[in-house]
């Protein structure tokens, strides 16, 4: 079983700022099979990126994907106010199990 | 638009049993694979188990291996989530979520849909 691990736990910006978020895994992960999701409090969780790098539909251009093998990272290049969540990422390359990173919680600093 | 719509979340005693639902609608059912994802208070997310687009293929945690069980009924466009011998580990909100792909033989495709989740309290 892949183990996905993230940092930081917690990054404390402000809006506008840059953030980047990592993701590393235990082992390679196939063909860069790697997604991003982000959880706003209280809401089910939003894809935003697959495949590593492939923005997801309706996904603003701020959120990019980037990475292969086992070092993967989400930027978010300037900061919205509604920004500021929960972000995991998962692997399916090497599926069953599908696996989470323990998650990055962004916060207004 | 894509829908997905679980039910059957509630408190429940050690031991005991429970069926989740999940009703999808505004896509083809048939052609996906679906998945149970939990997320217990204040932690992150847990895949717990799959089917793939047709029934023939169920994958599950060893968390909840020989516990749980999931099925899917593609006349009704639903999926479901038997969970017995429940502990209080168990306690969690319960995502259905739809893969972006068959789920066939194993081989998935990342979630690009989820509901909004039901509660289940494992409780004496």
């Known amino acids: ?109 | 638009q894509v829908q997905l719509v679980e039910s059957g979340g509630g408190v429940v005693q050690p031991g005991r049993s429970l069926r989740l639902s999940c009703a999808a609608s505004g896509f083809t059912f048939s052609t996906y694979g679906m998945h149970w994802v939990r997320q217990a208070p204040g932690k992150g997310l847990d895949w717990v188990a799959v089917i793939s687009y047709d029934g023939s293929n169920e994958y599950y945690a060893d968390s909840v291996k020989g516990r749980f069980t999931v099925s899917r009924d593609n006349s009704k466009s639903t999926v479901y989530l038997q969970m017995s011998s429940l502990r209080a580990e168990d306690t969690a909100v319960y995502y259905c979520a739809k893969d972006r792909g068959y789920c066939s033989g194993g081989r998935c495709s990342q979630i690009n849909y989820w509901g909004q989740g039901t509660l289940v309290t494992v409780s004496s």
């Not at chain 1, 235990?26 to 790697?34: C, F, H, M, T």
């Not at chain 1, 409090?41 to 980037?66: K, N």
């Open chain 1, 1 to 109: 079983e892949i183990v996905l691990t993230q940092s930081p736990g917690t990054l404390s910006l402000s809006p506008g700022e840059r953030a980047t978020l990592s993701c590393r895994a235990s082992q390679s992960v196939s063909s860069s099979y790697l997604a991003w999701y982000q959880q706003r409090p209280g809401q089910a969780p939003r894809l935003l990126i697959y495949d590593a790098s492939s923005r997801a539909t309706g996904i603003p251009d701020r959120f990019s994907g980037s990475g292969s093998g086992t070092d993967f990272t989400l930027t978010i290049s300037r900061l919205e106010p509604e920004d500021f969540a929960v972000y995991y990422c998962q692997q399916y390359g090497s599926s069953p199990p599908l696996t989470f990173g323990q998650g990055t919680r962004l916060e207004i600093k």
